[in-house]
């Protein structure tokens, strides 16, 4: 019973670093040495792609609301944010969150909020945010491994 509420924590804390949280992705696989790792992925990803997935439709909220359109309007450096952020996700498509996602200690929170404002599609949006958080685990890990050596 304890290992499933350390799991249910795992993946709230996934989805709140997704919606609010300025906090590391992958901080579950210092916290918990009881759990087999497999599971830590497992309720980490899902909790991103949950957040992600609520992010989109709050980000789909937002740019549709007049207030926001008169924002950009008259706030230069938001319609240049937005605009750029638009050619970004235009360019590389669901591959950019995917990467960027992918980067240990990458600040996940403002990208995805960014890229929810321009996104189009939420669950392939939602599936590249967890997939990148399970990628960027797996790079914490091996970075471990390589600084404790092979026989640590």
Do not use: N
Not at 76 to 100: C, H, K, M, N, T
């Amino acid at each position: 019973m304890e290992t499933l509420g350390a799991l249910l924590l795992i993946f709230l804390y996934e989805a709140g670093t997704a919606v609010f949280l300025p906090t590391p992705s992958e901080a579950p696989l210092f916290a918990y040495s009881w759990i087999p790792l497999g599971w830590i992925f497992v309720f980490a990803v899902a909790g991103k792609i949950l957040g992600s997935y609520l992010i989109f439709f709050a980000g789909d909220r937002v740019k549709t609301s007049a207030r926001f359109r008169r924002l950009a309007e008259h706030q230069r450096a938001i319609r240049a944010v937005v605009s750029w952020s638009e050619r970004f996700v235009d360019r590389y498509g669901i591959l950019a969150i995917f990467v960027l996602l992918s980067v240990p200690g990458f600040p996940d929170t403002v990208s995805l909020y960014l890229f929810a404002l321009v996104g189009k599609r939420p669950i392939v949006f939602a599936l590249a945010a967890g997939l990148g958080t399970g990628v960027r685990m797996i790079l914490v890990l091996f970075g471990i491994h390589v600084i404790r050596g092979p026989g640590a």
